[in-house]
């Protein structure tokens, strides 16, 4: 399946092309003036499936809704309700439209008709909160496996996409998660079901003017990751990269036996690192989070925390909001451990060393130069010390910059390293401010034969970018361009040959260059890495430079 999509992708690569003026001589003072372009951080809100599985209804969501509010996580950042399995039965009337149970759902204000689910999304809204809703890329969806509540059939949207996508519209949702147990039980193919639902969400989009932010749910099984920031022209905003962080239990049990695994917490962790995918306000999605759910210490709960942010994975969080203690609730509102995981640059961390298994350092670039968030983490079984050092962080000069995360408390940062003693499956976060590596400029390459002027459409001719070297373990680029639209344009990157990845280039504006960041996996050890930048000949960025750190 990978294959067949990288080879799909090659070939509309190669047609393709990217709108682009010729680089002149100012390409250094270009990359010096140009702004730092904010993409949409990821997702923060909270989804019903953890804790409650497939028995959601009003009042349970209602009862979220308020205690998002009153519990402070609204006023930290935290925004949508999302509704996931179980709140639709399978029904259909005459003309295909979903039918809803009116006692679950029933009507909230005297002018309402019960079964219409507006009714909660208006509920929602009122808070000053969004509202999420869930179907199925196939003809079933989760709630045919048994769980917490019965067995329901036909709750997915296949046949109807175009139907039950402008419906979510009309409804007033914000977000929608498209699963993939119908899809995996009929042997469809992911790729090609997912871009059919993005067009479908981009036609009820233009329909209705109203946003769904895109919530793909394929479980990582056919490498999201490389097609699914290009999916269907309409790329999905998030992709799942695992399985479920929580797995199906009996039908009967109460929803406390619910619990998480701190094992399967860190294997999802593992299974959500994809740094050249991760970018541009696209996100690698490692589920819905088990934070404050029965099963884990505070300790690991705090872990957990960190793992997100510095992953830059949504924060979905899965247990019950009211029930939550003091000390979870401390764990998802930190200020800075918040600003980690929504740092405007959208990068995801890298493993920069391993001295010993399990005894990793991880380190995640920020929007600030020269600014990472790094995490040491312990996954053995004793305390360990556990050193970082600033050249593997990109990192230049004197001693940085150094504090705890969570507390802001400053540390003593020697001259190359910092090191300390991590507990057993635990780890340390820090912030490290300290003077960037000098980055490698390169400007593009293009034919002798290409148009010179700015915004023309190139089908014959991709933006190259040749003779790049390689800094290991994965390359920090960042990219100057224009972008005059009010909205995003798109572009394709191949990575010596091979197919990367879709960037999202957000507007400039009408003046003035600005920049994003991307990561790449360059060949090690080489200066002959080629990058090769093309859309579908249409209007793309105006690229202006690259520089690689």
Known sequence: MKERVRSTNRIRLVLGTLCCGLLTATVIRAQAVAKPIPVPPPPMGWSSWNSFSNTVDSQIVMAQARAMISSGMHKAGYQYVNIDEGWWLGTRDSEGNIVVDPNAWPALAPSERAGDMSNIVRFIHSLGLKAGIYTDAGRDGCSMFPDLGPKYLHTGSEDHYQQDFLQFAKWGFDYVKVDWCGGYKENLD???????????????????????????????????????????GSPADIWRTSGDI????????????????????????????HPEAEHTGYYNDPDMMVL??????????????????????????GADLTKLSPTVLADLTNPNVLAIDQDPAGLQAVKVSEPEPGLQVWSKALAEPGKRAVLLLNRTASEQSIEVKWADLGLTGTAPHLTDAWTGKELHAAAGSYSTMVPAGDGMLLLVSGMERPMALYKPTVGEDAQASRGAVLCQHP????????????????IVYENPDPGPRYADLQVNGEMQTGIAFPSTGKTGAGYIWI???????????????????????VIQSIAVQ
């Open 190 to 232: 992911p790729a090609v079901q997912y871009a059919e639902i993005a067009r479908a969400i981009a036609r009820a989009e233009t329909i209705t003017g109203h946003r769904l932010y895109f919530s793909l749910c394929e479980w990582g099984k056919n490498s999201p990751w490389t097609w699914a920031p290009d999916v269907g």
């Open 246 to 273: 929580v797995a199906p239990i009996v039908a009967g049990h109460e929803h406390a036996d619910r619990k998480a695994s701190f094992a399967k917490m860190l294997s999802n962790f593992d299974q959500g690192i």
């Open 292 to 317: 404050g759910m029965p099963g884990l210490t505070d300790e690991q709960n705090r872990l957990h925390m960190a793992l997100w942010a510095i992953s830059g994975a949504p924060l979905i969080v």
């Open 463 to 478: 933006v190259r970018f040749i003779h790049v070297e390689a800094r290991p373990p994965m390359a920090r680029i960042q």
């Open 519 to 541: 990561q790449a996996v360059l060949d090690s050890g080489a200066s002959a890495n080629e990058l090769t930048f093309s859309t579908a000949c249409k209007p793309g960025p």
